[in-house]
C-alpha cells in the first residue's frame, strides 16, 4: 500500500489511519489475546508499516492509541512518580490447608449471618512477575504505574504500550466502557520468552537474566522503551483499581455509582470483554473444599505451565461481602495467596566454612555444589551454629536436599542419608577462631561461639562493614568490597580511619578510578556531615541495638555521652530494652577498644546529637545549645537558641497555645540547603518536628534544598506540602516571633 496517495488530503489520511489503528488493534487482540489470529503475519505487517508511513508524512496524526507506539522510541532520564489514587495492596500467604481452613474462620468470624455454604471463590495463579496499575480514560490508555511503595508508583507509560497485549484503547464491541477505569494485573514474561530472550543476550555477549522475573522487572524500568519494546512482556490483569463508569458533568463531585459488576467473576470477565487477557486458567470454585482441589491440581501442573508461579490467589467472589471485609494495613481480608509447597533440590555439602561476624560470633556456612532451586542458583547456605549441624547430622561430602521458600533464604534442609558412600567425613566445629587463631567461648545458654579476641581483624572488618552499611549510615559507594581491600592492605583499621583517607592515596587501589576516588571521599563527608544519632547507634553494632532501639535510645537520651553514662535502670524503662540489651550497652561502652573509637569519631566531628523527647524538666536554651556545639554552625546555633529561648518564654506562662507552626508536624529533607543536614535537622528538631527517613503520606512537609532528588517528585504526587529553605527557617523560627 502506498501512502503516498493520501499525501494531498489530511481529511482523507485522518480517516485511513482511523482505519488502520482500529484493524491493527484488532488483529492483535485476536494475536495476542485470544490467541486466535485471523490474518497471516505478512498482512499484519503491510498494514503497521502503512500507518508508519501515514503518521510519519502527517506528524499531526499520530495519537496515544497508535499501534505504532508499540515499538518504543520514547528515553527519558528518569521514571517520574505517581501516586495511586487507591493503594496497591499485597496479599497474606497461607502454606497448608489448615492454614487455609484458619483464614476462611477468621472470614466468617467477620461476617456474622454468613455461613461457610454461601462462599465462593474466584481462583488465579499466583503470578510471579510484577504489579502493574493500567489507567484509562474515556477508553485510552493514559498513564501506567508499577505499584512501588502501595502508595505511590513509578510511571512506565512509553514502556507498557508496547507490551502487545495491552488494549491501548478499551474494547466497545460486547458492553459499555467506563469513563475512567484502573486496571491492575501482574507483568510477565512466559518461560519460553525468558529463555529464548536469554539466548539473544548471550548472542549479543550481554549478561542473561537470573529469572523471568528479574527479566520482566528490568524491562518494565527501562528507560528506553525501544529496549522495551523488544522484550516479549505480558500483562494479565488480576483486579480493579478505582473505576468511574460515566462521565461526571463539571458542577458534581464524583459519585461512586452502581457498577455492573458485582463479583470478582464479573469483574474478570468484564475485563476480557474490555480487551484484556486475564489468567489462563482462572475459575470459580464455589465452595472452600473446592478450593482444596483446585489447588492442589495447579500445583500438579506448575512444571508444565507457560510462566512461572509460586500458588493459587483466592478471592471472595462477593464483591458487597469483599468490602465489608475491607484490608488490614498490608492486605484484603478477602483474599489470599496459597502457596506451593517449598521448592526442593539435591545436591552436594562440598565443604563447611566458618564466617566470624562483627560480634565475633562463628558461622558455620554450607558451600554447595551449585544448584537450581525454582530458578534460583544456590551455592551457599547457612548453618547457623554447631547444634544445627549435628541435630541434622550433616557431615561434609554428603548428598542434601536444599530448600526455598518464596523469597526466602535457601536452607539446607537435612542429609539425603541412603546416598551416603562412606566417605563422608564428620565436621568438627574449630576450637579456636579461623580468623585470627585466638580463644572462643561458647556461653551458657547460648547457641553460637564467639571469638573473644576483641582485635580479631575479622571482627574489626566486619564492624567496618557494618558501619558503612545499610543497616548503618549507609553511605552509598563505600561497600563491603572496598571495605575489605582498605582492611586488607592496613589502611583502615577502625570506622573512624576511613575518614581520613584521601583521594590520592585511594587511586591506587583495584578498580578505582580518579572520579570514584572522588566520590568515596565525597560520600565519607557527606556521611560525617549528616548522620542522624539513631543511624549512628545502629552503625556502631551495639549487640541488640537495631533500628528501633536506637531510634528509642537517642530520643530518650539525646546523645552518645548521655547513653553512655545511662543505668541500667533508665535503660530498662526504654519499651522493649531489658537487662540483655542493657548489659550490651554497658559492656560496649565499657570496651576500651570502643572508647578509643567513639572519641576517634567525635574528635573527627562525627557525633550527631538530638532533641530528647518528653523531657521531664525542660532544659535550658543553653545546655540544649551547648549540647548541639560542635555540630552547629555559629549561625544555626543562634536561631537555635533563640528558638529555644522563645519556648521558654512560653512555657514560662506567657502565651497558652501552640504557636510553633512545626511542633509535632512530620519532616524530610532532600537536596543541599545552605545549613548543613544535621544543623537543619537539630533546628527543626528543636521545633518539635520529628524527621521521617522517606516520604509517604505521614509526610506534613517536604523540605527543599538545590537539585533535590525523586523524594520531590513523590512527594507532589503525594500532595504533601513543600518548603523552601527560607520558608522553612522562617516557620521555625515563628515560635520567638509569637511569643
Ligand atoms: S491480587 C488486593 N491476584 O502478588 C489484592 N495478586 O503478594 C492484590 N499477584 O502485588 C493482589 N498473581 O503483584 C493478585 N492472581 C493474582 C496475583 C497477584 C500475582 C501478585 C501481585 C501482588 C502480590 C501480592
Not at 495492596?89 to 455454604?117: A, C, H, I, T
Not at 455492573?260 to 473444599?289: D, H, K, R, T, Y
Not at 512530620?666 to 548543613?676: A, E, N, R
Amino acid at each position: 500500500m502506498n501512502a503516498d496517495i493520501y499525501s494531498d488530503s489530511l481529511e482523507q489520511a485522518k480517516l485511513r489511519a482511523a482505519e488502520l489503528r482500529t484493524l491493527l488493534e484488532h488483529h492483535g487482540w485476536r494475536y495476542y489475546v485470544q490467541d486466535d489470529p485471523e490474518i497471516s503475519d505478512a498482512e499484519y505487517d503491510a498494514l503497521f508499516r502503512e500507518l508508519v508511513l501515514l503518521e510519519e508524512r502527517w506528524p499531526a496524526l499520530k495519537s496515544p492509541d497508535s499501534p505504532t507506539l508499540r515499538v518504543g522510541g520514547e528515553v527519558l532520564d528518569s521514571l517520574p512518580s505517581y501516586a495511586h489514587s487507591l493503594r496497591m495492596y499485597s496479599l497474606d500467604n497461607v502454606f497448608s490447608m489448615e492454614e487455609w481452613r484458619e483464614f476462611v474462620q477468621k472470614m466468617l468470624r467477620l461476617l456474622p449471618g454468613v455461613r461457610e455454604g454461601d462462599l465462593s471463590f474466584w481462583m488465579e495463579p499466583k503470578m510471579d512477575g510484577l504489579a502493574m496499575e493500567l489507567i484509562y480514560e474515556k477508553g485510552l490508555l493514559v498513564r501506567a504505574l508499577t505499584r512501588g511503595d502501595g502508595e505511590v508508583g513509578e510511571e512506565v507509560t512509553a514502556n507498557m504500550r508496547t507490551v502487545k497485549n495491552i488494549p491501548l484503547r478499551l474494547r466497545d464491541d460486547a458492553g459499555p466502557v467506563p469513563f475512567l477505569l484502573e486496571a491492575r494485573g501482574e507483568v510477565l514474561m512466559t518461560k519460553k520468552d525468558f529463555a529464548a530472550l536469554n539466548l539473544r543476550q548471550e548472542a549479543r555477549g550481554a549478561k542473561p537474566f537470573a529469572n523471568p522475573r528479574n527479566a520482566a522487572a528490568g524491562s518494565v524500568r527501562q528507560l528506553d522503551s525501544t529496549v522495551a519494546a523488544e522484550r516479549p512482556l505480558r500483562f494479565l490483569a488480576y483486579g480493579l483499581g478505582r473505576v468511574v463508569w460515566s462521565e461526571p458533568s463539571s458542577a458534581e463531585t464524583v459519585k461512586e455509582e452502581a457498577s455492573p459488576w458485582n463479583s470478582q467473576q464479573e469483574c474478570m470477565l468484564g475485563l476480557q470483554s474490555l480487551g484484556f487477557s486475564i489468567a489462563p486458567n482462572a475459575a470459580l470454585c464455589p465452595s472452600v473444599a473446592e478450593v482444596e482441589t483446585w489447588q492442589r491440581a495447579l500445583a500438579g501442573e506448575r512444571k508444565s505451565f507457560p510462566f512461572e508461579l509460586d500458588g493459587a490467589v483466592a478471592k471472595l467472589n462477593s464483591l458487597p461481602l469483599q468490602k465489608r471485609l475491607g484490608f488490614t494495613a498490608r492486605a484484603p481480608r478477602f483474599a489470599v495467596a496459597f502457596k506451593f509447597e517449598a521448592m526442593q533440590a539435591a545436591t552436594k555439602l562440598e565443604d563447611i566454612q566458618i564466617q566470624v561476624g562483627r560480634t565475633g560470633v562463628l558461622t558455620p556456612v554450607a558451600v554447595l555444589t551449585p544448584v537450581s532451586v525454582g530458578g534460583v542458583t544456590v551455592s551457599r547456605a547457612t548453618l547457623h551454629n554447631e547444634d544445627e549441624i549435628r541435630a541434622k547430622d550433616l557431615r561434609i561430602g554428603d548428598k542434601v536436599l536444599v530448600r526455598r521458600a518464596g523469597d526466602v533464604i535457601p536452607e539446607v534442609v537435612g542429609p539425603i542419608p541412603e546416598k551416603r558412600t562412606g566417605e563422608e567425613k564428620e565436621f568438627i566445629f574449630p576450637s579456636t577462631c579461623p580468623e585470627c587463631g585466638g580463644h572462643v567461648r561458647r556461653e551458657a545458654g547460648e547457641a553460637a561461639w564467639r571469638c573473644v579476641n576483641r582485635a580479631c581483624p575479622a571482627v574489626r572488618r566486619e564492624s567496618i562493614k557494618h558501619f558503612v552499611s545499610k543497616a548503618g549510615l549507609d553511605i552509598q559507594g563505600v561497600g563491603a568490597r572496598w571495605v575489605e581491600q582498605l582492611v586488607d592492605l592496613g589502611l583502615v583499621q577502625s570506622p573512624a580511619d576511613l575518614f581520613g583517607l584521601r583521594a590520592e592515596k585511594l587511586r591506587g587501589l583495584e578498580r578505582m578510578g580518579e572520579k570514584s576516588a572522588a566520590n568515596f571521599v565525597a560520600a565519607l563527608e557527606k556521611a560525617r556531615t549528616t548522620a542522624t544519632l539513631p543511624r549512628f547507634l545502629c552503625a556502631l553494632g551495639i549487640r541488640h541495638v537495631g533500628e528501633q532501639t536506637a531510634k528509642a535510645l537517642a530520643r530518650t537520651f539525646g546523645s552518645v555521652e548521655a547513653l553512655s553514662e545511662a543505668t541500667e535502670e533508665q535503660l530498662c524503662r526504654i519499651p522493649d530494652v531489658g537487662p540483655e540489651v542493657a548489659a550490651a550497652i554497658d559492656d560496649f561502652f565499657a570496651e576500651p577498644g570502643n572508647k578509643q573509637v567513639l572519641a576517634d569519631l567525635k574528635g573527627l566531628g562525627l557525633w550527631p546529637v538530638m532533641t530528647v523527647q518528653a523531657r521531664p524538666a525542660r532544659q535550658t536554651a543553653a545546655q540544649v545549645a551547648a549540647r548541639h556545639s560542635g555540630i552547629i554552625s555559629p549561625l544555626a546555633q543562634n536561631s537555635l537558641l533563640s528558638l529555644l529561648t522563645g519556648s521558654e518564654e512560653r512555657a514560662q506562662g506567657q502565651t497558652g497555645e501552640n504557636q510553633n507552626p512545626l511542633e509535632g508536624k512530620k519532616l524530610l529533607f532532600t537536596g543541599s540547603l545552605s545549613l548543613s543536614r544535621s544543623e537543619a535537622k537539630a533546628l527543626a528538631e528543636a521545633a518539635g518536628a520529628d524527621i521521617l527517613s522517606g516520604v509517604s503520606r505521614k509526610l506534613d512537609f517536604l523540605v527543599v534544598g538545590e537539585e533535590p532528588g525523586s523524594k520531590l517528585d513523590k512527594a507532589r504526587a503525594l500532595g504533601i506540602s513543600i518548603l523552601d529553605e527560607q520558608e522553612f527557617l522562617r516557620l521555625a523560627r515563628t515560635e520567638r516571633q509569637h511569643s
